[in-house]
């Protein structure tokens, strides 16, 4: 296992904090969130609507996808278990001739059980599920996540593995934002630097002051050790 150091995570914290992009995206997200409390079709196609556009979750048939979680959770209440967030995912199409064709959304619906239902759903993506491989010091191009429920084991793995207490947030958030400056630069677990991430941070990443370089350098602080857990 790869040590997560406690100036990692606190770093993670202070990126999210200066960027006043993420910030104003959170509070509207608490506004959705305290203005429509219910799972009716119309207050569900609101959250679909709003997680797709501001995570990028490429979904195209949002009615559909609505659809779908307001009849799960209207026949079967809200179950707080990472199971619930799978079945979530798998929306089968209606119309268009794709009558009867399952998809699974399983970024978006465990951004969707985050935000809306509940904050011990960690964000599941391509970034965060990389590092979390990385830290369980496994094969980071081999590691699949098939379901959302693997991707939920690993995390709290790697949670309940800190020297020190912090929150599914607050991992989650140092596992993307960290994720996202390596994918930058090409720093392990990738290979190769790639300029597709996300353009708040890329902001953030590109500033040259002291007080930001110190934070980018304690972000990265597992590369230079000591690495391993016994």
Request: no cysteine; proline share 3%.
């Amino acid at each position: 296992m790869i040590k997560i150091f406690k100036e990692q995570v606190e770093s993670a914290t202070k990126l999210y904090d200066l960027s006043s992009e993420l910030l104003n995206i959170e509070k509207a997200l608490k506004k959705i969130r305290n203005n429509f409390p219910d799972f009716t079709l119309q207050s569900t196609l609101v959250k679909v609507a709003v997680v797709n556009s501001l995570y990028n979750t490429n979904i195209f048939r949002v009615y559909d996808v609505a659809y779908h979680i307001s009849e799960v959770i209207s026949q079967e209440g809200i179950v707080l278990e990472p199971e619930f967030v799978d079945k979530l995912s798998a929306v089968v199409l209606r119309g268009n001739g794709d009558n009867g064709k399952e998809k699974h959304y399983t970024s978006f619906s465990s951004a969707l059980a985050h935000i809306f239902l509940s904050e011990k759903f960690p964000i599941y993506n391509s970034v965060t599920a990389r590092m979390v491989a990385y830290h369980l010091n496994e094969e980071t191009k081999a590691k699949k996540y098939t379901t959302y429920n693997d991707f939920y084991h690993d995390f709290y793995m790697l949670l309940n593995s800190l020297d020190f207490k912090t929150s599914v947030s607050e991992l989650h958030k140092y596992l993307w934002i960290s994720g996202e400056y390596r994918k930058l630069n090409g720093i392990k677990p990738w290979e190769n630097p790639s300029n597709e991430i996300n353009p708040g941070l890329k902001k953030l990443f590109e500033k040259k002051d002291d007080t930001t370089q110190k934070i980018l350098k304690d972000l990265i602080k597992d590369l230079y050790g000591p690495l391993f857990l016994e």
